[in-house]
């Protein structure tokens, strides 16, 4: 998405803060690849393609809903999705039809029913019907969580309501969306909480902070990382090197420059032993140890082992692998459901009038014609003359 430069300073900060908590993120990203691959997943029952350089979706049943006619698209969420054409931007309905006019210049997913979006340098937001509900005015803002949303006015940050209305003033030098009704404050350079009214609930004294998540929250003093309550009591010891935020009671850790799992209450659940150890998500995290990868799950068990070159995080039940040459996705039993051998090359995507096959709820196949002088037109046949054992997605079609 196009930005401002205050955007990118803003961002820069914010992806630093959670680097230097969590500590794997900017260390895994080379090791564990993306699992966005065009056509894999469907979100709200559409999944993204590409034909000939542009985006568009299909549904379940392999039919082409949305033409490939912009230039990129993000996945559904709550039937809308971000649209790209040039430079600018809108929101798209699972019907094809524009929410509003590609007029944007950039546009950020929908939170407690508004999207945050820019235009002409400054930002604001807009409702689910299109309509501007708070006029572009701010040097930059971030979706609404808790009813408030953080934006940036004469380089301080504050908060505004649904209504538009500034709840707590601009006075800080940086801050975080709400999160569990407390958000992340900094003042002459330390950092603190505050409450949905602006009061100051943990003074501004630590080194970095990170938000709430289910009621704990991770900050550093000096160069070590502990973790609080919402009373400011200090739960776990500084004593590691990084600590993710917990999911479902436990969280990762880093010891040594080693990763491992702890509870939340400091037990140490696994040693820090791991190279790389991803976040958990869906109770399932990504491992990699003596140059392998596999899964552990957050009682500690490796219930998928180290045999592959790379691996995903689990998304809706699967992980893409890679052992030497081939592209497996996997289920949560670690069994092979989907091959590289159905992928379609990417070449495919720069030549017209060509029939591309693609696989799609584990059973059927869908033949496309690409056309590259008229896109709206792509052709898509539906066939049933292959079957999977299992599944509910498409492979990919085209990079």
Do not use: W
């Amino acid at each position: 998405m196009k930005t401002t430069n205050l955007t990118t300073i803003l961002f820069s900060i914010i992806i630093l803060i959670s680097s230097s908590l969590k500590g794997q993120e900017s260390k895994t990203s080379p090791y564990i690849f993306s699992n966005e691959t065009i056509g894999l997943y469907f979100f709200d029952n559409m999944a993204r393609v590409n034909i000939g350089g542009k985006y568009g979706f299909i549904d379940r049943q392999g039919f082409l809903q949305i033409p490939c006619q912009y230039d990129n698209a993000l996945n559904f969420q709550d039937g809308l999705a971000i649209v790209r054409e040039k430079d600018k931007f809108s929101f798209i309905r699972k019907n094809g039809t524009l929410l509003s006019s590609l007029v944007f210049d950039s546009c950020e997913p929908f939170s407690e029913g508004y999207a945050l979006v820019s235009i002409h340098g400054k930002y604001g937001f807009i409702d689910k019907e299109g309509k501007v509900a708070i006029n572009p005015q701010f040097d930059f803002g971030m979706g609404f969580t808790d009813g408030r949303a953080m934006v940036i006015k004469n380089g301080k940050n504050g908060y505004i309501d649904t209504k538009g209305d500034v709840v707590i003033d601009f006075k800080y030098e940086f801050s975080l969306p709400f999160s569990e009704n407390y958000a992340v404050v900094m003042n002459n350079g330390k950092f603190g909480y505050i409450d949905k009214d602006g009061k100051e609930v943990v003074p501004c004294k630590y080194d970095i902070a990170s938000s709430y998540h289910e009621g704990l929250a991770t900050v550093k003093v000096g160069d070590l990382t502990g973790v609080i309550d919402q009373k400011d009591n200090m739960i776990i010891q500084p004593v590691y090197q990084n600590v993710s935020s917990f999911e479902n009671g436990v969280a990762v850790m880093m010891k040594g420059d080693k990763y491992g799992i702890i509870d939340r209450n400091g037990k140490e659940i696994v040693s820090a032993k791991y190279d790389l150890l991803d976040d958990f998500r869906d109770n399932i995290a990504a491992f990699k140890i003596n140059g392998k990868y596999g899964f552990i799950d957050n009682n500690g068990k490796e219930f998928i082992p180290a045999v592959f070159d790379k691996a995903t995080a689990f998304d809706q039940g699967m992980a893409a692998v890679r052992q030497r040459d081939n592209l497996y996705y996997i289920d949560t039993q670690g069994k092979i459901i989907y091959s590289s051998k159905y992928l379609v090359p990417t070449d495919m995507a720069d030549n017209s009038n060509k029939n591309v096959s693609g696989y799609i709820d584990g059973k059927e196949r869908i033949n496309f014609t690409l056309d590259n002088t008229n896109r709206t037109k792509v052709q898509v046949l539906f066939t049933k003359d292959f079957k999977f054992d299992k599944g509910s997605v498409l492979t990919n079609i085209a990079d």
